[in-house]
């Protein structure tokens, strides 16, 4: 993944307690962490999950060495981990008895108009890749979104390099043959 000039350098001071540079890289590596965590655990809670995972690497900052990819890989690392013990809460959690006619009344502050193309064509990919099998739909986003290269994002998956290549082209291969299928 292409990554702006100086981000090396905006990790580095990062570590030494520059809040400035805290910043630069957060709105960096934020976007893409966030889709990422989108087709893992929904859009809903993409931003709660993320928001803790931030919170580890913050409390842990100390304990990381490395460049911008590395932290890339790091907090993606943090936030896949989140994101499964997420998972795992949330299939014990009790679900709601409530008729879906209550929620009809429910007010909704959102403003769908003023959402734009482009993050309805995201949110459309995102959905589609959620479709996949789990480690296709992880192989294919941290390959091809978020720009990790095999070995980095089989140290996140806690995979061989060769077998996150093969999830992420079997992936790409369903995405492909589902996108011919549509009118």
């Given at each position: ?64 060495e ?74 294919v ?43």
């Amino acid at each position: 993944m292409a990554r702006e000039d100086g981000l090396d350098s905006a990790v580095a001071a990062m570590r030494s307690g520059d809040e400035a540079a805290f910043r630069r890289v957060y709105r960096a590596v934020q976007p893409p962490l966030l889709r990422y965590l989108t087709v893992l655990v929904g859009a809903a809670d993409a931003e709660d999950v993320a928001s803790e995972a931030w919170a580890q690497a913050f409390r842990d900052l100390d304990r990381f060495e490395g460049d911008a990819d590395g932290f890339r890989g790091w907090i993606t690392t943090i936030a896949r981990n989140r994101a499964l013990d997420h998972l795992r809460h949330a299939r014990r959690r009790p679900t709601s008895d409530e008729p879906v006619e209550r929620m009809v009344e429910l007010r909704d502050d959102s403003d769908v108009e003023g959402d734009t193309l482009g993050r309805v064509q995201s949110e459309a990919v995102l959905a589609l890749i959620a479709t996949l099998p789990r480690d296709q739909a992880e192989a294919v986003m941290l390959r091809t979104v978020l720009g990790f290269d095999a070995p980095t994002a089989a140290r996140i998956l806690g995979k061989r390099p060769g077998a996150v290549r093969a999830a992420a082209h079997r992936g790409l291969r369903q995405l492909a043959k589902k996108l011919s299928e549509e009118p």
